[in-house]
């Protein structure tokens, strides 16, 4: 599928190298379906953050076990491609011993980790936990009790949800409503009300005015509309 540039990737890039650089340790970024979420922020953001920081150990945890694991394997598909091995093989080896579907390492001793919710992480720690839509209404107490336990460094660690709203009291509604300390990135498909987003690092603006569409060269007021008959109101709203 051919990739179509747009403003809010560049937002969401920032914000992850936000992370990286320290400046952000809790993130929250809701956005709606097919926006890149998953490929952005699971497969891709990291692999690139791999480039700098190889010793990274990275946990990814989604909803279904066969959706986490496909999210690693192609972070993997990606560090074997010519391309990326072409211009970055100096920088560090998969490692043979340990190189599975859900989990692979590297020899400066990073790892990217696959699990679902309620899956196991006995013994595992990483420094950064990406949640990538955690659709269970068990999320919030899973969260609570397991994972926020899992950051090899609880101070400096990161700790990532990206998700599209679900309802009120779903895993971003009970993180905001326990405020603990996330940088909140809200990104509508509809503008709702006028907004100013300022990027993180560069400082660059963009307003939206009520109606803007967050992605028009491919979800266009016409598919919108579309979708909203079908899937109603409230539906459409998360």
């Not at 990814?60 to 993997?76: F, G, M, P, Q």
């Not at 560069?202 to 016409?222: H, I, T």
Request: glycine letters at 6%; hydrophobic letters at 35%.
């Amino acid at each position: 599928t051919e990739y179509i540039e747009n403003w809010h990737t560049d937002l969401i890039s920032e914000y992850l190298q936000a992370v990286n650089l320290g400046q952000i340790h809790r993130l929250i970024v809701n956005i709606p379906p097919r926006h890149m979420k998953s490929i952005h922020v699971t497969v891709c953001y990291p692999v690139w953050t791999w480039l700098r920081a190889p010793a990274k150990r990275f946990i990814k945890v989604s909803y279904s076990d066969a959706l986490s694991r496909k999210h690693n394997i192609l972070s993997r598909d990606i560090i074997r491609s010519p391309w990326y091995q072409g211009h970055w093989s100096d920088r560090f080896s998969l490692k043979d011993d340990v190189n599975r579907q859900n989990e692979f390492r590297n020899d400066h001793q990073g790892m990217m980790m696959s699990t679902s919710v309620g899956g196991s992480l006995t013994g595992e720690g990483g420094d950064v936990i990406i949640i990538d839509d955690p659709q269970n209404p068990l999320m919030a107490n899973i969260f609570k009790n397991t994972l926020q336990t899992r950051l090899n460094d609880p101070k400096n660690g990161a700790i990532i949800i990206i998700m599209q709203r679900l309802h009120e009291s779903d895993l971003t509604g009970y993180v905001l409503s326990e405020d603990l300390g996330y940088t909140h990135l809200c990104l509508p498909a509809e503008a709702e009300e006028r907004s100013t987003i300022i990027y993180p690092i560069s400082k660059k603006k963009v307003v939206r005015e009520p109606g803007d569409l967050l992605n028009p060269a491919r979800f266009d007021k016409e598919v919108l509309d579309s979708l909203k008959r079908s899937m109603g109101s409230a539906q459409y709203a998360g």
